[in-house]
């Protein structure tokens, strides 16, 4: 692990607090999801925070599911107009958005270094939120083809000029941290915050009663498994599929359960052609879900099914983890025991972890473990108190703010 360069150890409080308030504009191609829910903490905190986005996410996956000239016109959108139009209206903007602090995500992952290197055009601090990072998505998934290396080589060159010029920098994992900052080198400052979860949400009693749809139905009487939320390429989609169908299989489960995987993007319908032949009462796909039946599935959730790839073990840390532990579902993970999605199932025991490409070891030990109601319930318990006590995005917000203080200049 590694500590803060520069931290910030405010405990929310400001002297310019009486002033006028603190602005974040959130920047991300597509909107939703965590990024809203820290927007909505920060507001409450008296931070004028939005989220600027080209897309949010219902329109973001209607795009992607009218044809191929309507995809292709929305990556377009998201990764030459947005960011094009964000530098403008920045420029622009003069006065209106006086005091707002720019927090661009990796989402394009040019971002964060086009709005440093325009920062005297636009006048405002900047601290990038590393959710992916690159260029080693592109060195795993070879992204590029033969213009994969020179892209690298591109990539890794501005980010080691960025990270020293960003007025800070955010991770949301540990690992992540150190992986960047031994690559590129450390920014002069930085903070590892994760996306966390709110845990009033998520509370189990708040969405306790009779089922409210056919998919709540379906789960009940079950131990339910289920995975949600997008499925790309830095997710382990061979082991799941191959880890349900054996469990699926297996005669000797006496509990009656179910797995559900509600969510977008290739792995869902790999899973589905995967699965085309299991019962349909033991597998259950759906689109993505509303913010309240996403919410009352992971409240229902027992096992909440995450995976990446261990090419990805240091890109990327899944932000439905955290969620599901807030809603107190155990996690059933599939990881390298070096990631960061790792270290907090097995820092926290949570749940278990598998190494990629264990379908066999996964199937067994989930299948002894829905047959462990006490044991299952030990995990989930601890799942919610992780979740409560360490990942509170109500915490993790006061943090921000006081990150954006500090690098506003107060």
Not at 169 to 183: C, K, L, Y
Request: aromatic share 8%.
């Amino acid at each position: 692990m590694i500590g803060r360069r520069d931290a910030c150890n405010y405990d929310g409080v400001n002297a310019r607090d009486h002033r006028a308030p603190l602005g974040a504009r959130i920047l991300s191609c597509v909107s939703g999801g965590p990024m809203e829910r820290l927007a909505d903490q920060l507001r409450k905190l008296g931070v004028d925070a939005r989220v600027d986005a080209e897309f949010d996410e219902t329109a973001w996956r209607e795009a992607f599911s009218r044809g191929r000239s309507e995809r292709l016109g929305a990556r377009l959108r998201s990764l030459i107009g947005f960011p094009l139009r964000q530098v403008i209206q920045k420029a622009i903007g003069g006065r209106r958005d006086e005091g707002a602090v720019l927090v661009p995500t990796t989402n394009p992952f040019f971002l964060p270094v086009l709005m440093v290197a325009t920062r005297s055009l636009h006048q405002r601090p900047v601290v990038p939120l590393v959710y992916d990072l690159y260029p080693e998505a592109f060195e795993w998934d070879n992204t590029g083809g033969p213009l994969t290396k020179p892209l690298v080589a591109v990539t890794g060159a501005l980010n080691r000029w960025w990270y020293k010029r960003a007025d800070a920098v955010v991770f949301i994992g540990h690992g992540m941290a150190e992986h960047a900052i031994g690559r590129y080198g450390a920014p002069r400052r930085f903070e590892i915050l994760p996306t966390g979860a709110d845990p009033t949400e998520l509370d189990p009693a708040r969405h306790d009663g009779p089922p409210e749809s056919d998919l709540e139905r379906w789960c009940e009487g079950k131990v339910v498994l289920s995975y949600v939320g997008n499925m790309g390429i830095s997710h382990d989609w061979d082991t799941l599929a191959d880890a349900v169908s054996t469990l699926i299989g297996d005669p000797g489960v006496k509990t009656p359960f179910g797995v559900v995987v509600a969510g977008t993007c290739n792995g869902v319908g790999f899973l589905r052609d995967r699965w085309r032949e299991l019962p349909a009462d033991r597998v259950r796909i759906e689109g993505p879900l509303p913010d309240r039946a996403w919410a009352r599935l992971l409240t229902r959730t027992h096992l909440s099914l995450v995976s990446v790839r261990a090419e990805a073990n240091r890109t990327i840390f899944p932000s439905k983890a955290l969620s599901a532990m807030a809603a107190r579902s155990a996690i059933a993970a599939v990881a390298t025991a070096d990631s960061d999605l790792a270290d907090v199932v097995t820092r926290y025991d949570c749940g278990m972890v598998w190494r990629p490409g264990d379908p066999q070891g996964m199937a067994a030990d989930l299948a002894r473990l829905i047959d462990a109601p006490e044991d299952l319930d030990a995990l989930r318990e601890r799942a919610r108190r992780a979740a409560m006590e360490d990942f509170d995005l109500r915490h993790l917000a006061t943090r921000w703010r006081a990150l954006l203080h500090e690098a506003s200049g107060d």
